[in-house]
């Protein structure tokens, strides 16, 4: 079946210091990603949508300067999250949507989430 | 905009009782209806899911029905197992083709021996 590597699955930064966040689809390519932010027991909050060779698409109320989204190839798309602090600490998950996957959502696969501890 | 609210959790069960889990939904069209579930420290593992209305989704004796008169997704399972400890989510997806899940907020279950 479609697997999404998700990379680190945890990491520890100082304060001010940038993290990235790796998103891999494994054997299949993925024209669409989509990357969530999920705070402890609560539910998963869509951060931005990318797509292969565009920007992404950033939700309400998330800044694209701080958390930049790469998605420079059909297997590949990145989130760094620049100039950290101790409120960005959070669980991070991406999902790949395979290429040509019809529009009732099959194929929808999650990485394995990313911790982030900022200190 | 289009929304899932499921109940509030925790629920917590005995080996070998009967689960429900509800789960309503606001979308305009006609969505895709999901469960996801997680386990600690992991990411979301798809459980079921049906396109259509009356269709019904079913996985590792987990069942859910698309009824669309009701607006509803409930996750039900005859006889849980302690390995069913996770934090379920009911999900949906509008009727646009690339677009995001939209969750609910998670329900926490808890299996005892």
């Known amino acids: 079946g479609a697997v999404v590597s998700q990379h680190p699955s945890w990491v520890i930064c100082k304060s001010g210091t940038s993290v990235k966040i790796e998103c891999r689809s494994l054997?299949?390519?993925?024209?669409?990603m989509f990357w969530y932010r999920q705070f402890p027991k609560q539910s998963l909050m869509l951060m931005a949508t990318?797509?292969?060779?565009?920007?992404?698409?950033?939700e309400q109320g998330v800044e694209k300067d701080k958390f930049l989204i790469n998605h420079a190839s059909l297997t590949l798309s990145t989130l760094t999250v620049t100039s950290a602090h101790p409120e960005d600490s959070s669980f991070y998950i991406c999902s790949a949507l395979p290429t040509g996957s019809r529009r009732e959502g099959y194929g929808y696969t999650f990485g394995s989430g990313t911790r982030l501890t900022v200190v | 905009g289009d929304s899932v609210t499921q109940m509030e959790g925790p629920v917590t069960l005995s080996e070998e009782a009967f689960l429900t889990i509800n789960c309503t939904y606001t979308?305009?069209?006609?969505?895709?209806l999901f469960w996801y579930v997680q386990y600690p420290g992991e990411g979301l593992q798809l459980l079921l899911k049906a396109t259509k209305a009356d269709d019904k989704g079913s996985n590792k004796g987990f069942e859910a029905t698309y009824r669309k008169e009701t607006t509803s997704f409930h996750l039900e399972k005859g006889s849980v197992q302690v390995s069913d400890s996770a934090v379920y989510f009911c999900a949906l997806t509008p009727n646009q083709a690339g677009t995001a899940l939209i969750f609910g907020k998670g329900t926490t279950l808890s299996v005892s021996s």
């Open positions: 979308a305009t069209g006609y969505p895709s």
């Open positions: 054997d299949f390519q993925a024209t669409t």
């Open positions: 990318s797509n292969e060779g565009s920007k992404a698409t950033y």
